[in-house]
T-cell receptor
Framework: GAVVSQHPSRVICKSGTSVKIECRSL??????MFWYRQFPKQSLMLMAT?????????EQGVEKDKFLINHASLTLSTLTVTSAHPEDSSFYIC????????????FGPGTRLTVT | QQQVKQSPQSLIVQKGGISIINCAYE??????FPWYQQFPGKGPALLIA?????SEKKEGRFTISFNKSAKQFSLHIMDSQPGDSATYFC?????????????FGQGTRLTINP
Protein backbone atom coordinates (compact mmCIF):
# COMPACT_ATOMS: atom_id res chain seq x y z
CA GLY A 1 0.00 0.00 0.00
CA ALA A 2 0.91 3.66 -0.27
CA VAL A 3 3.50 4.89 2.20
CA VAL A 4 3.43 8.54 1.16
CA SER A 5 0.27 10.56 0.49
CA GLN A 6 -0.28 13.95 -1.12
CA HIS A 7 -3.16 16.38 -1.01
CA PRO A 8 -4.74 17.64 -3.14
CA SER A 9 -4.29 15.39 -6.16
CA ARG A 10 -5.39 18.17 -8.49
CA VAL A 11 -5.75 21.91 -8.03
CA ILE A 12 -6.64 24.76 -10.33
CA CYS A 13 -5.92 28.29 -9.21
CA LYS A 14 -5.84 31.76 -10.67
CA SER A 15 -2.70 33.72 -11.37
CA GLY A 16 -1.45 35.62 -8.37
CA THR A 17 -2.94 33.31 -5.76
CA SER A 18 -1.09 30.86 -3.52
CA VAL A 19 -1.53 27.13 -3.35
CA LYS A 20 -0.51 24.73 -0.60
CA ILE A 21 0.33 21.08 -1.25
CA GLU A 22 0.66 18.60 1.61
CA CYS A 23 2.89 15.56 1.75
CA ARG A 24 2.47 13.00 4.50
CA SER A 25 4.43 9.92 5.41
CA LEU A 26 2.10 7.12 6.45
CA UNK A 27 3.03 4.96 9.43
CA UNK A 28 6.63 6.15 9.52
CA UNK A 29 8.50 9.26 10.49
CA UNK A 30 10.49 11.24 7.98
CA UNK A 31 12.98 13.84 9.17
CA UNK A 32 13.67 14.54 5.52
CA MET A 33 11.29 14.78 2.58
CA PHE A 34 11.91 15.80 -0.99
CA TRP A 35 9.94 17.89 -3.45
CA TYR A 36 10.17 17.28 -7.18
CA ARG A 37 8.67 18.92 -10.21
CA GLN A 38 7.85 17.09 -13.41
CA PHE A 39 6.84 18.65 -16.71
CA PRO A 40 4.92 16.57 -19.28
CA LYS A 41 7.00 13.77 -20.78
CA GLN A 42 10.04 14.85 -18.82
CA SER A 43 12.00 13.52 -15.90
CA LEU A 44 11.75 14.48 -12.25
CA MET A 45 13.72 17.48 -11.13
CA LEU A 46 14.56 17.90 -7.47
CA MET A 47 13.36 21.27 -6.21
CA ALA A 48 14.25 21.14 -2.54
CA THR A 49 14.93 19.01 0.48
CA UNK A 50 12.55 19.54 3.37
CA UNK A 51 14.12 19.16 6.80
CA UNK A 52 12.10 18.72 9.96
CA UNK A 53 12.94 21.43 12.44
CA UNK A 54 15.15 23.44 10.14
CA UNK A 55 15.14 25.34 6.87
CA UNK A 56 14.65 23.61 3.58
CA UNK A 57 17.57 23.22 1.20
CA UNK A 58 16.78 24.47 -2.28
CA GLU A 59 18.37 23.35 -5.52
CA GLN A 60 20.12 25.86 -7.70
CA GLY A 61 17.66 27.94 -9.70
CA VAL A 62 14.66 27.30 -7.44
CA GLU A 63 13.26 30.45 -5.89
CA LYS A 64 12.86 29.84 -2.17
CA ASP A 65 10.55 32.83 -1.74
CA LYS A 66 8.24 31.47 -4.39
CA PHE A 67 8.21 27.85 -3.29
CA LEU A 68 7.83 27.92 0.48
CA ILE A 69 8.51 24.66 2.26
CA ASN A 70 7.57 23.90 5.84
CA HIS A 71 8.33 20.59 7.54
CA ALA A 72 5.85 20.99 10.38
CA SER A 73 6.18 17.54 11.91
CA LEU A 74 7.89 14.21 11.41
CA THR A 75 5.10 13.11 9.09
CA LEU A 76 4.13 16.30 7.25
CA SER A 77 5.82 18.61 4.79
CA THR A 78 4.03 21.34 2.85
CA LEU A 79 4.94 23.15 -0.35
CA THR A 80 3.29 26.52 -0.94
CA VAL A 81 3.49 28.00 -4.40
CA THR A 82 3.14 31.74 -3.85
CA SER A 83 1.87 34.24 -6.41
CA ALA A 84 1.36 31.46 -8.89
CA HIS A 85 1.83 32.04 -12.61
CA PRO A 86 0.81 29.85 -15.55
CA GLU A 87 4.43 28.72 -15.94
CA ASP A 88 4.19 27.17 -12.46
CA SER A 89 1.67 24.68 -13.85
CA SER A 90 3.26 21.30 -13.41
CA PHE A 91 3.12 17.95 -11.64
CA TYR A 92 4.56 18.25 -8.13
CA ILE A 93 5.67 15.09 -6.37
CA CYS A 94 7.06 14.54 -2.91
CA UNK A 95 9.05 11.63 -1.56
CA UNK A 96 10.35 10.36 1.74
CA UNK A 97 13.00 7.79 2.61
CA UNK A 98 11.48 4.87 4.46
CA UNK A 99 13.96 4.08 7.17
CA UNK A 100 15.68 7.43 7.22
CA UNK A 101 18.25 9.25 5.07
CA UNK A 102 20.05 6.96 2.66
CA UNK A 103 17.21 4.49 2.40
CA UNK A 104 14.81 3.89 -0.44
CA UNK A 105 12.71 6.88 -1.37
CA UNK A 106 9.01 6.35 -1.77
CA PHE A 107 7.02 8.80 -3.78
CA GLY A 108 3.59 10.29 -3.27
CA PRO A 109 0.93 10.12 -5.99
CA GLY A 110 1.65 13.67 -7.13
CA THR A 111 -0.32 16.89 -7.36
CA ARG A 112 -1.32 18.34 -10.71
CA LEU A 113 -1.26 22.14 -10.46
CA THR A 114 -2.89 24.23 -13.17
CA VAL A 115 -2.60 28.00 -12.96
CA THR A 116 -5.06 29.90 -15.15
CA GLN B 1 24.62 18.81 -16.22
CA GLN B 2 23.01 15.44 -16.77
CA GLN B 3 24.65 13.06 -14.32
CA VAL B 4 22.62 10.01 -15.30
CA LYS B 5 22.06 9.27 -18.97
CA GLN B 6 19.28 6.89 -19.91
CA SER B 7 18.50 5.19 -23.21
CA PRO B 8 16.49 4.58 -25.23
CA GLN B 9 13.91 7.37 -24.95
CA SER B 10 11.20 5.02 -26.13
CA LEU B 11 10.99 1.29 -26.65
CA ILE B 12 8.44 -1.00 -28.21
CA VAL B 13 8.55 -4.70 -27.36
CA GLN B 14 6.28 -7.57 -28.26
CA LYS B 15 4.46 -9.39 -25.51
CA GLY B 16 6.67 -12.09 -24.06
CA GLY B 17 9.86 -10.40 -25.19
CA ILE B 18 12.70 -8.90 -23.15
CA SER B 19 12.75 -5.17 -22.52
CA ILE B 20 16.19 -3.66 -21.87
CA ILE B 21 16.81 -0.13 -20.65
CA ASN B 22 20.29 1.24 -20.10
CA CYS B 23 21.75 3.92 -17.86
CA ALA B 24 25.21 5.41 -17.42
CA TYR B 25 26.49 7.64 -14.68
CA GLU B 26 29.51 9.81 -14.08
CA UNK B 27 29.71 10.49 -10.37
CA UNK B 28 31.54 7.74 -8.49
CA UNK B 29 30.01 9.01 -5.24
CA UNK B 30 26.69 7.43 -6.19
CA UNK B 31 26.04 4.54 -3.82
CA UNK B 32 22.60 3.23 -4.69
CA PHE B 33 20.77 2.79 -7.97
CA PRO B 34 16.97 2.38 -7.99
CA TRP B 35 14.59 1.95 -10.89
CA TYR B 36 11.15 3.52 -10.82
CA GLN B 37 8.03 2.76 -12.84
CA GLN B 38 5.57 5.56 -13.52
CA PHE B 39 2.11 5.38 -15.02
CA PRO B 40 0.49 8.51 -16.49
CA GLY B 41 -0.75 10.90 -13.81
CA LYS B 42 0.80 8.86 -10.99
CA GLY B 43 3.87 9.18 -8.83
CA PRO B 44 6.88 6.95 -9.51
CA ALA B 45 6.84 3.54 -7.83
CA LEU B 46 10.03 1.86 -6.69
CA LEU B 47 10.58 -1.24 -8.79
CA ILE B 48 13.97 -2.65 -7.89
CA ALA B 49 17.28 -1.27 -6.67
CA UNK B 50 20.93 -2.26 -6.43
CA UNK B 51 24.06 -1.20 -4.57
CA UNK B 52 27.45 -1.07 -6.35
CA UNK B 53 28.92 -4.04 -4.49
CA UNK B 54 26.57 -6.36 -6.37
CA SER B 55 26.69 -7.08 -10.11
CA GLU B 56 23.16 -8.36 -10.52
CA LYS B 57 19.88 -8.38 -8.67
CA LYS B 58 16.75 -10.22 -9.71
CA GLU B 59 13.22 -9.82 -8.44
CA GLY B 60 10.63 -11.79 -10.33
CA ARG B 61 10.70 -10.74 -13.98
CA PHE B 62 12.89 -7.71 -13.25
CA THR B 63 16.69 -7.85 -13.21
CA ILE B 64 19.28 -5.12 -12.72
CA SER B 65 22.73 -5.67 -14.17
CA PHE B 66 25.44 -3.42 -12.77
CA ASN B 67 28.91 -2.77 -14.22
CA LYS B 68 30.85 -0.67 -11.75
CA SER B 69 33.99 -0.28 -13.87
CA ALA B 70 31.98 0.94 -16.85
CA LYS B 71 29.68 3.01 -14.64
CA GLN B 72 26.65 1.51 -16.33
CA PHE B 73 23.57 -0.35 -15.20
CA SER B 74 20.55 -1.74 -16.94
CA LEU B 75 17.05 -3.00 -16.31
CA HIS B 76 15.85 -6.19 -17.96
CA ILE B 77 12.17 -7.06 -17.98
CA MET B 78 11.64 -10.68 -18.91
CA ASP B 79 8.42 -11.98 -20.45
CA SER B 80 7.21 -8.40 -20.94
CA GLN B 81 3.46 -7.90 -20.55
CA PRO B 82 1.10 -5.15 -21.75
CA GLY B 83 0.67 -4.12 -18.10
CA ASP B 84 4.39 -3.26 -18.05
CA SER B 85 3.70 -0.41 -20.47
CA ALA B 86 4.82 2.67 -18.53
CA THR B 87 7.67 5.13 -18.24
CA TYR B 88 10.75 3.81 -16.48
CA PHE B 89 13.32 5.98 -14.74
CA CYS B 90 16.71 4.95 -13.52
CA UNK B 91 18.19 6.97 -10.69
CA UNK B 92 21.36 7.33 -8.71
CA UNK B 93 21.63 8.26 -5.06
CA UNK B 94 24.40 10.04 -3.23
CA UNK B 95 24.87 11.23 0.32
CA UNK B 96 27.20 14.19 0.56
CA UNK B 97 27.78 15.91 3.90
CA UNK B 98 24.76 14.09 5.27
CA UNK B 99 22.47 15.31 2.49
CA UNK B 100 20.79 12.69 0.36
CA UNK B 101 20.14 13.42 -3.28
CA UNK B 102 18.50 11.29 -5.97
CA UNK B 103 19.31 12.10 -9.59
CA PHE B 104 17.04 10.73 -12.30
CA GLY B 105 17.67 9.65 -15.86
CA GLN B 106 15.59 11.12 -18.67
CA GLY B 107 13.10 8.25 -18.68
CA THR B 108 12.13 5.52 -21.16
CA ARG B 109 8.60 5.17 -22.43
CA LEU B 110 8.02 1.44 -22.79
CA THR B 111 5.18 0.03 -24.86
CA ILE B 112 4.43 -3.68 -24.86
CA ASN B 113 2.38 -4.74 -27.86
CA PRO B 114 -0.08 -7.55 -27.24
Amino acid sequence: GAVVSQHPSRVICKSGTSVKIECRSLDFQATTMFWYRQFPKQSLMLMATSNEGSKATYEQGVEKDKFLINHASLTLSTLTVTSAHPEDSSFYICSAPLGGPGYEQYFGPGTRLTVT
Amino acid sequence: QQQVKQSPQSLIVQKGGISIINCAYENTAFDYFPWYQQFPGKGPALLIAIRPDVSEKKEGRFTISFNKSAKQFSLHIMDSQPGDSATYFCAANSIIQGAQKLVFGQGTRLTINP
